[in-house]
């Protein structure tokens, strides 16, 4: 399937402006299970998804909105049928981060903000 409609939410991304504050809120707070921090950027399990909140990267980011992380079984695929439906990516897929047991690769668009990752 190289289209979004089996697609599993895989993180959601929120931006925050105080690092230390938004932990003592959804850690302490809201209770959910701390996962790592980062420069940045901090992770935190709800359910399964994770929720990311972090220090936005650019000004262009800088928003009171969400960024959705969908889970895609082939990446390229999913890029290249995307991009034939007219969706505007800012960036063809690249590699983010090698983990112990996989790659983690992504590709950004834009509408509000979404990302695909394998």
Known sequence: M???????????AIIVHDIPKAVAFYRDTLGLRLLFEVPKMVFFDCGGVRLMLGIPEKTEFDHPSSILYFKVPDLHETHQTLTAR????????????????????MAFFMTSTATLWR
Do not use: T
């Open 2 to 12: 190289s289209d979004l409609s089996h697609s599993q939410i895989r993180q959601i």
């Open 86 to 105: 007219g969706v505007e990516f800012i960036a063809p897929p690249h590699l983010i981060a090698k983990m112990p047991d996989h790659e983690l690769w």
